[in-house]
């Protein structure tokens, strides 16, 4: 449930960090420091603003090559980019750099460490002086050594501790003169971003059909529906991109996945890192010879050998047992692929340096290895409780015991619980299910976003969006920041949504709207060398290497479309799709003597259903409740859509009845119980967000109407059980004559089948018979 923005300076004031508008703020990432200089040291005959409208003007003669763009080459050697970077250079408003969740004091200590020795966003000093102007603006165009560096490095005071941490990643790439590739040609990443894609496969991927589809079964995931690209017809034409020159290794589409036993977790192209932090054993000695099954369970090996070819992955299956698993299996993927990803661009500055230490003519040398801004993996996750549980993983898969978090204690001040003692008591008085607790204990605040850094031993919490590497967001909270800058989803690699059904419950348009700003155009430069850009990047075929990463906990329509429209990726796509069993459907779990009519209504499209239900409802089940002794009705409505109209619809047919949405007020709400619990409200109108949102127990039901069965399978029993003696008021005590009935159609197969099971599903979709009867309880 997406709510409005807030506009108090605390939590859910969320507002741009980066603004223009602010002197204190400039181009890019570095920062105006003037407010360090002496009074009494200042020229006279100049002054600070005549040095700012100075450097203004060199700033646009000359491009801004920064050192956050991993590369020292001059605008000479980016020739063939020139129309972008004019594009780039048509805005004049400085480079915005976006800060995380609500960054609102100075920059500069410990909010401007940075860990990444290939990434440092060195602050200029301005002192009153021409030569130390000078130094400034060669800073800004990316002309110092290494020795300049530590100079700047050791006057800015906010940046000492970081940097030493830091320094050593680079040196391990300097001191081997003869040092390799430090990836393979096999391993699946250089495999999926290291090569171009053909006219062929493009012109398949963006065809109105561009996949053919197997199934596979695996042990621990079951049944998978595999997307794989249609074969693409041998054709000598090599691609034509738009910018830059052609290259001759062409990607390979993706072919069916192969389970592998017995294999080193580190053959999966993991870092060694990364497999040492994984093995929790006691007194572990973290052999490299591990294999993937000792390190990880079933279902995390199986969905992580998808993972690591780069498929795009669909899994309703998700629940707050098994969540802890999967929330491991992508933060291994995630910080593998921004791992790798950094180790690459390190050791091509080293091999740059080398060469133009040597004198050789680095201009003829062209590195491949970025994208247009920094940020490659973007996770979508509901709350902020789960934002916390994801940052805890991150950290406990990279960082070794010497590991470091850079502002730790204020992120665990605004994401951590913040309820007292005495609420906690309050709330354990009331027992709620097991998946109640588990999505809700914590913070649930549902508007923040976070940017973090990644080194090799360190974790920068709250680096501004164009110098992290992971974005962590909610959806709310990535829609306030998207209605004034997208630029950082641009490169955009790897796409996580985490519990894909909270999402849903909150507000599904907000989803999509992220969807529809991704690899859009930049509209600014940020300090990127074109020069290292990747040319599937420049030449806009980024949504066909993304990889998209669903995890849900029930199947929704709406994620299977989002999975199947807004996913074409060339490596391939699977979805879990498991029947349901009679064992484990929901229509088992009710206790109480009950008889259950499932009515199905006629439709031919699913845009129609709605119009479709309404008119039924209306004609056929809603006049058999105008008797005095079918009181005392509740009227389940998954849709806030369909509970508006049928709440107009009631007034104007004037209806006795009460209504309670997620958005009534709790004295309203309270009311409204008390009045349908004593008969004075005959009908009661109750949306699924309320019932998601406040498990409540209400009493004194008599007969109840699912409108539409629940998303949640677990809802339909749970409703159902409330009409227990317990439950029920003097009038209807020890009274067998409790109703319950349910509307669907053939569009309402999946929650349909995860109630009733898959099997006894298609039976009452296909039967000529269009009412079915289940008795549950009794003897």
């Known amino acids: 449930m997406g709510r409005g923005r807030r506009g108090s300076n605390k939590r859910g004031n969320y507002r741009n960090q980066g603004s223009r508008n602010k002197l204190n703020r400039g181009s890019g990432s570095y920062k105006n420091k003037r407010g360090h200089n002496k009074v009494g040291d200042e020229k006279k005959d100049y002054s600070p603003e005549s040095k700012r409208q100075k450097l203004e003007l060199e700033k646009e003669k000359q491009p801004v090559i920064e050192e956050?763009?991993?590369?020292?080459?001059?605008?000479?050697?980016?020739?063939?980019?020139?129309?972008?970077l004019s594009m780039f250079k048509s805005s004049r408003k400085a480079q915005q750099v976006l800060t995380s969740d609500e960054e609102e004091e100075s920059e500069e200590g410990d909010e401007e460490q940075s860990e990444d020795e290939d990434n440092r966003n060195d602050d200029v000093d301005d002192e009153d002086t021409e030569e130390?102007?000078?130094?400034?603006?060669?800073?800004?165009?990316?002309?110092?050594?290494?020795?300049?560096?530590?100079?700047?490095?050791?006057?800015?005071?906010?940046?000492?501790?970081?940097?030493?941490?830091?320094?050593?990643?680079?040196?391990?790439?300097?001191?081997?003169?003869?040092?390799?590739?430090?990836?393979?040609?096999?391993?699946?990443?250089?495999?999926?971003y290291g090569r171009e894609i053909s006219e062929n496969l493009l012109e398949i991927l963006t065809s109105p059909k561009p996949f053919d589809t197997q199934e596979l079964k695996w042990k621990a995931l079951g049944r998978m529906v595999v997307h794989l690209p249609r074969k693409v017809e041998n054709k000598t034409e090599k691609p034509k991109p738009i910018l830059g020159e052609t290259v001759e290794t062409l990607v390979i589409p993706g072919t069916a996945p192969v389970l592998k036993t017995g294999v080193p977790m580190k053959d999966y192209g993991v870092k060694l890192q990364l497999c040492a932090n994984l093995d929790k054993r006691p007194l572990s000695d973290s052999n490299d010879s591990l294999t993937a099954e000792e390190l990880l369970s079933p279902l995390q090996h199986e969905l992580f050998t998808l993972a690591n070819d780069y498929r795009d992955i669909y899994y309703p299956e998700m629940n707050h047992m098994n969540n802890d698993e999967i929330r491991t299996v992508y933060c291994l993927h995630s910080l593998n692929h921004i791992l790798k990803s950094r180790d690459?661009?390190?050791?091509?500055?080293?091999?740059?340096?080398?060469?133009?230490?040597?004198?050789?003519?680095?201009?003829?040398?062209?590195?491949?290895?970025?994208?247009?801004?920094?940020?490659?993996?973007?996770?979508?996750?509901?709350?902020?409780?789960?934002?916390?549980?994801?940052?805890?993983?991150?950290?406990?898969?990279?960082?070794?015991?010497?590991?470091?978090?850079?502002?730790?204690?204020r992120f665990y001040d605004e994401f951590g619980e913040e309820k007292g003692e005495e609420a906690k008591k309050e709330e354990?008085?009331?027992?709620?299910?097991?998946?109640?607790?588990?999505?809700?204990?914590?913070?649930?605040?549902?508007?923040?976003?976070?940017?973090?850094?990644?080194?090799?031993?360190?974790?920068?919490?709250?680096?501004?969006?164009?110098?992290?590497?992971?974005?962590?967001?909610?959806?709310?909270?990535?829609?306030?920041?998207?209605?004034?800058?997208?630029?950082?989803?641009?490169?955009?690699?790897?796409?996580?949504?985490?519990?894909?059904?909270?999402?849903?419950?909150?507000?599904?348009?907000?989803?999509?709207?992220?969807?529809?700003?991704?690899?859009?155009?930049?509209?600014?430069?940020?300090?990127?060398?074109?020069?290292?850009?990747?040319?599937?990047?420049?030449?806009?075929?980024?949504?066909?290497?993304?990889?998209?990463?669903?995890?849900?906990?029930?199947?929704?329509?709406?994620?299977?479309?989002?999975?199947?429209?807004?996913?074409?990726?060339?490596?391939?796509?699977?979805?879990?799709?498991?029947?349901?069993?009679?064992?484990?459907?929901?229509?088992?779990?009710?206790?109480?003597?009950?008889?259950?009519?499932?009515?199905?209504?006629?439709?031919?499209?699913?845009?129609?259903?709605?119009?479709?239900?309404?008119?039924?409802?209306?004609?056929?089940?809603?006049?058999?409740?105008?008797?005095?002794?079918?009181?005392?009705?509740?009227?389940?409505?998954?849709?806030?859509?369909?509970?508006?109209?049928?709440?107009?619809?009631?007034?104007?047919?004037?209806?006795?009845?009460?209504?309670?949405?997620?958005?009534?007020?709790?004295?309203?709400?309270?009311?409204?119980?008390?009045?349908?619990?004593?008969?004075?409200?005959?009908?009661?109108?109750?949306?699924?967000?309320?019932?998601?949102?406040?498990?409540?127990?209400?009493?004194?039901?008599?007969?109840?109407?699912?409108?539409?069965?629940?998303?949640?399978?677990?809802f339909y029993p749970e409703l159902c059980n409330l009409l227990q003696d317990a439950f029920q008021s003097k009038k209807y005590r020890g009274d067998s004559t409790q109703t319950c009935t349910v509307l669907y159609s053939t569009f309402d197969a999946p929650r349909l089948a995860a109630i009733v099971g898959s099997q006894r599903a298609a039976e009452m979709l296909t039967s000529d018979r269009a009412v079915h009867l289940f008795v549950s309880g009794g003897s």
């Open 68 to 84: 956050e763009s991993f590369s020292s080459d001059s605008v000479e050697e980016v020739k063939p980019y020139v129309q972008l």
């Open 428 to 714: 354990k008085k009331h027992h709620k299910p097991e998946d109640y607790e588990a999505i809700f204990t914590g913070n649930t605040d549902d508007s923040f976003r976070i940017g973090i850094s990644v080194a090799k031993r360190t974790l920068k919490l709250y680096a501004g969006f164009y110098v992290a590497d992971i974005l962590i967001a909610s959806p709310l909270g990535a829609r306030t920041l998207l209605a004034e800058d997208f630029d950082f989803l641009c490169s955009i690699e790897v796409l996580v949504i985490d519990q894909t059904d909270i999402l849903y419950m909150q507000n599904w348009d907000h989803v999509l709207h992220i969807f529809q700003h991704l690899h859009l155009q930049p509209r600014e430069q940020h300090g990127t060398d074109l020069g290292r850009v990747r040319l599937w990047a420049l030449n806009g075929y980024s949504p066909h290497y993304r990889q998209n990463l669903i995890f849900s906990s029930v199947a929704l329509p709406e994620a299977a479309a989002l999975f199947s429209r807004r996913g074409t990726n060339f490596a391939g796509k699977v979805r879990v799709e498991n029947a349901v069993a009679t064992s484990a459907t929901t229509v088992c779990r009710v206790v109480v003597q009950l008889p259950q009519a499932f009515h199905r209504f006629p439709t031919v499209a699913a845009a129609q259903s709605a119009d479709d239900r309404f008119h039924f409802f209306i004609k056929k089940i809603l006049p058999q409740y105008r008797d005095a002794l079918m009181s005392n009705t509740l009227i389940f409505i998954p849709s806030y859509y369909d509970y508006v109209r049928l709440r107009n619809f009631l007034h104007k047919e004037d209806y006795n009845f009460g209504q309670a949405c997620e958005y009534t007020p709790d004295g309203k709400l309270a009311q409204v119980r008390n009045r349908f619990f004593l008969g004075k409200k005959r009908v009661l109108l109750y949306t699924e967000r309320l019932h998601f949102y406040r498990r409540l127990t209400l009493k004194g039901i008599h007969n109840i109407i699912f409108y539409q069965l629940p998303t949640y399978p677990n």
């Open 132 to 192: 130390e102007e000078e130094e400034a603006e060669n800073s800004l165009v990316g002309e110092d050594e290494a020795e300049d560096e530590e100079s700047d490095m050791e006057e800015d005071q906010g940046k000492l501790e970081q940097e030493a941490v830091e320094e050593e990643s680079e040196e391990e790439f300097l001191e081997g003169e003869e040092e390799e590739e430090p990836l393979s040609t096999t391993d699946p990443f250089s495999l999926h």
């Open 344 to 409: 690459k661009v390190l050791f091509h500055n080293a091999k740059l340096k080398k060469a133009s230490e040597s004198g050789a003519m680095t201009g003829e040398i062209e590195y491949r290895d970025q994208g247009l801004v920094r940020p490659r993996v973007l996770i979508i996750a509901p709350l902020r409780n789960s934002a916390v549980k994801i940052v805890e993983k991150l950290a406990d898969l990279l960082l070794p015991k010497k590991g470091q978090i850079i502002n730790e204690k």
